[in-house]
């Protein structure tokens, strides 16, 4: 790689071949970038050169608030640290294994002005997935919080070649304590490669997705800009791991952009979430629907007063949690679609222009469109893939899948939409996830919207099931809210209740009740165990009808 900082050239080494990269535009003039950019100079010091620095940026669960001096100089003694006891050269990768904190974000940020590449990993991994990563992105040195060395330790132990584990609590303390605070950021190219992130995990094993510098910038000042609008005075807080890059972009790149603060919780159930809501006063919220709508159950008046905007994603936002929300908050939930591959959210709405039930419009400095199964663009109205291009795309780490993503410089994200007059995009199902049955397409998040939008119904994930006569038919695995009892009763119940709501034959011809549904960490449904769970003929009990 021309003009690279890199020492360690790994990551240039294992980028594919550039006649399958997605072809990246950037369109608007904030996305102009110079040749050369460190995103830390960017996001954090520039506004220390601005006069910025007793304002508020990283605070803790206990209401501890750090500075943005503060963190710049606690971000500089872990860079001189990374670079100086650590022996970080420019280009190593360095693992980050903790749930999230402000210290964590400082040493997510000192990685990458030190010129490091952060694969951050999601702390309820155990040892054989930890194994893969460690393999895969060729890591020799990681952070890890006191209580969760066990699994990296053992992960270590199953692959060959040293890691350097560095305990966050004492020991990083300690490497501190006489490190300098000020580091000079590393002159890192705009394209060096600063995060490889690894996808959740929703359809098997992960990928590894390689993000620059530049890119880091180009979501701020793409969605951050243009659709979200924070401010300096705001206080994000979010549910979503850093490791997840709908986290890394809600509640640590996003907020310092704008010279905001953002809340870090260690802890973010949505018992969690709701008390630092209380608590802490935020104004910028993001977190999945499941949240949201667990949330909502629990609130009492008044209890997200300091909330102006909330953001949704991580998987479709069902219209009744929409509308249950803007009834009880009287707030619009911003709903986006976005990608590990793609870094964050491409398509979305500001609050102002939000349509219920439709995901939004492109983001100002993406294209998106939908195509057929040839790769032809489709009219508005039609049914297809989902093609998305703009600052960001897919870049997968030696993986055969890249040409699977991107096809004639567009990134097909999986995704089924619909694009109505208006440029409106409408999600329908993950690509693989529409049910055939009996000659219809029936788009399994819509039954799902459906069954979540009857007071007895908690959760729900719906997935097809080979049947002899339909081909497939609609299965449901529902958790039902405290209060009712499943059997063939709620069953009747629930399939009349959505033939009531949607067309009669979308209704789930077999329900099971469980007790809890397969997720990520990030909050996915994970629809494959669930198609695991029905070939094993588990859970029960379940009820066919004709």
């Not at 936002?317 to 976005?338: C, H, M, R, V, Y």
Request: glycine share 10%.
């Amino acid at each position: 790689m021309s003009g690279s900082a890199h020492e360690d050239t790994f990551a240039a080494e294992n980028l594919p071949p550039q006649a399958l990269w997605p072809d990246r535009r950037f369109t608007l003039p904030e996305l102009q970038y110079p040749d050369r950019v460190n995103a830390v100079s960017e996001l954090l010091d520039g506004h220390l050169a601005r006069g910025h620095g007793q304002a508020p940026c990283l605070i803790g669960q206990d209401g501890q608030v750090w500075s943005y001096a503060e963190t710049a100089k606690a971000v500089n003694r872990i860079a001189n640290v990374l670079t100086g006891t650590l022996g970080l050269k420019p280009g190593n990768r360095v693992l980050l294994r903790a749930p999230n904190s402000p210290l964590l974000a400082a040493i997510y940020l000192a990685i990458l002005k030190a010129g490091g590449i952060v694969v951050a990993t999601m702390p309820m991994l155990r040892a054989r997935e930890l194994a893969y990563i460690l393999a895969k992105a060729r890591i020799s040195l990681a952070f890890c919080a006191s209580g969760l060395v066990d699994d990296l330790a053992r992960a270590r132990d199953l692959e060959p070649g040293p890691v350097r584990i560095v305990d966050m609590g004492a020991e990083l303390s300690a490497l501190m304590a006489s490190a300098s605070d000020a580091f000079k950021a590393c002159d890192t190219a705009a394209e060096d490669i600063c995060l490889i992130g690894f996808t959740s995990g929703t359809t098997g094993e992960p990928k590894a997705t390689m993000h620059a510098h530049r890119d880091l910038l180009a979501i701020c000042d793409s969605y951050g800009r243009h659709v979200l609008k924070a401010a300096a005075s705001d206080r994000f807080i979010g549910s979503p791991p850093l490791a997840f890059t709908f986290g890394l972009g809600g509640l640590v790149l996003f907020p310092l952009r704008a010279g905001a603060a953002t809340i870090l919780l260690e802890r973010a159930s949505p018992d969690d979430l709701l008390g630092a809501m209380v608590a802490l006063k935020p104004t910028i919220c993001f977190t999945a629907p499941t949240a949201y709508r667990a949330i909502l159950g629990k609130m009492q008046p008044g209890a997200a007063a300091s909330l102006r905007i909330c953001v949704s994603a991580g998987e479709a936002l069902p219209l009744a949690t929409f509308e249950a929300w803007k009834a009880a908050t009287g707030i619009s939930i911003q709903d986006g679609i976005g990608a590990t591959e793609m870094l964050h959210i491409f398509i979305s709405a500001t609050v102002e222009a939000v349509r219920p039930g439709a995901t939004g419009k492109a983001v100002p400095g993406f294209e998106a469109k939908v195509i057929d199964q040839q790769g032809r663009d489709l009219p508005p109205g039609s049914i297809g893939r989902l093609a998305v291009r703009g600052p960001t795309g897919c870049r997968y780490m030696a993986d055969s899948r890249q040409s699977v993503y991107v096809q004639d410089g567009w990134n097909i994200t999986g995704d089924t939409y619909l694009m109505d007059e208006d440029g409106y995009f409408w999600y329908q199902a993950r690509s693989d996830d529409m049910i055939i049955s009996a000659g219809y397409n029936i788009a399994g998040p819509e039954v799902e919207a459906s069954l979540l939008s009857h007071p007895a119904v908690g959760e729900c994930g719906v997935i097809g099931v080979a049947d002899e006569e339909r081909g497939m038919i609609v299965k449901a695995f529902i958790v039902l809210r405290e209060g009712h009892a499943p059997g063939e009763a709620m069953v009747k119940l629930l399939q009349d209740h959505v033939k009531a709501d949607i067309a009669a034959y979308k209704y789930p011809r077999a329900i099971a009740f469980v007790s809890s549904l397969p997720r990520t960490e990030t909050g996915k449904l994970q629809r494959f165990q669930l198609r695991s769970m029905a070939n094993a003929g588990q859970p029960g009990p379940s009820r066919s009808a004709s």
